[in-house]
């Protein structure tokens, strides 16, 4: 658990602090395991510093790995959980580069999406982040604060409220999804390449199946998302009217972050519906291939069966068991037979080819 007190700098506290600094907000970001063994703790901090503490449903909301973006809210503090979309920890080195793919990097790509949740409990001046174990985001952010205090530029000041830092991580996870688009993409493709091309006999559909499953499952996660977003943005317009003019500016900013969340995530939201489509453009166009190619070889079997046919009308006539039958006394019979059979093959395959009846190519 590390605990920041930002103000005008982000100073890294050693320890939980029993009094709520007079100026600047506190940050607590907190393992999920390890919020749950020291729950009582943190409650007894936020009692003391934020005047309120969690509701029992909202630590169960926390402490859950599997539940799906959400809003909630009491009169005292907001509580949003969101479902992050990011590379899986130690994926990175799984493939060689996003120009080069194959069926089972593709599986990879979509397995090594992370969708653990991160929940956050925005006080009025206590923001508490309740991260996976293996989550970057709080190393990220504690980094880039000391950064943002170390340079001091005005254009990355430091966030002036926890509601404020709270959207710039959940911006920042967006983010994280949105830098493995050309890498999902480009997987993606080989799967399709690899659906459609005439040379595979043995296509893996347990891939094409688990990608599909894949997708849909994100584009539940990313409705979620957006839904739990539009919520805190309904939310942000009940908040009371800031009595100065820094606190109004800080409230519009507020509302404008958040629109621009919710951009972010539709973003994301329509990557992975055109990713679905191609996929399953890819599966109709994968069926029209395989009934074009049986058209083909059927239309070449008939054509076969349509020469032949008159050949063996021919044979099958010369060898009835008849006494005067035409050519069968002559010693010439015999090629005039073949001659005439020759001559019916040959001209019903020039008028086929001609016809564009023979071969799987159109001029």
């Known amino acids: 658990m590390r605990v920041f007190l930002i103000d005008e700098r982000c100073t890294e506290l050693p320890e939980l602090p029993q009094a709520l ?13 390890e919020f749950e063994v020291r729950v009582a703790e943190v409650q007894t901090v936020l009692q003391q510093c934020a005047g309120g503490q969690l509701v029992d449903l909202h630590i169960s909301d926390l402490l859950s790995n599997q539940l799906p973006s959400h809003f909630d809210y009491t009169s005292w503090y907001d509580l949003l959980v969101f479902r992050r979309l990011a590379a899986a920890p130690g994926s990175t080195g799984l493939f060689l580069d996003d120009a080069h793919g194959t069926v089972a990097t593709a599986r990879q790509a979509l397995a090594s999406i992370d969708t653990s949740p991160v929940g956050f409990a925005v006080f009025d001046r206590v923001l508490l982040t309740v991260h996976p174990a293996d989550c970057l ?7 880039r604060l000391a950064q943002m205090t170390v340079n001091g530029s005005g254009a990355s ?31 993606l493709a080989t799967l399709q390449q690899a659906l459609l091309s005439p040379r595979n006999r043995h296509m893996d559909w347990t891939a094409l199946l688990d990608s599909r499953n894949t997708l849909h499952q994100l584009e539940d996660i990313c409705e979620d998302q957006r839904s739990a977003i539009q919520e805190w943005i309904d939310g942000l317009d009940e908040w009371p009217t800031a009595p100065d003019d820094s606190a109004r500016r800080d409230q519009e900013l507020l509302r404008v972050r958040s629109r621009d969340v919710h951009e972010h995530i539709e973003r994301v939201l329509g990557h992975v519906r055109r990713l679905e489509s191609s996929i399953e453009s890819a ?8 009934g074009q190619r049986t058209n083909d070889i059927m239309r070449t079997l008939t054509v076969l069966t349509a020469i032949f046919l008159p ?3 021919i044979t099958g006539f010369f060898g009835m068991n008849f006494d005067a039958l035409p050519l069968i006394h002559t010693s010439t019979g015999i090629w005039i037979a073949v001659s005439l059979m020759v001559m019916i093959g040959a001209g019903l395959s020039v008028f086929f080819w001609r016809k564009r009846y023979l071969g799987t190519t159109r001029g």
């Open 157 to 187: 000041r430091l966030p002036p409220s926890p509601a404020d830092l709270m959207l710039r991580i959940v911006n920042h996870m967006v983010d994280g999804y949105l830098e493995l688009r050309r890498l999902l993409t480009r997987q």
């Open 21 to 33: 600094p007079e100026r600047g907000f506190l940050w607590i970001a907190s393992a999920r395991r």
């Open 283 to 290: 599966v109709q166009m994968h069926f029209s291939a395989v």
């Open 311 to 313: 050949l063996n009308l």
């Open 137 to 143: 985001v709080r190393d990220f952010f504690a980094t």
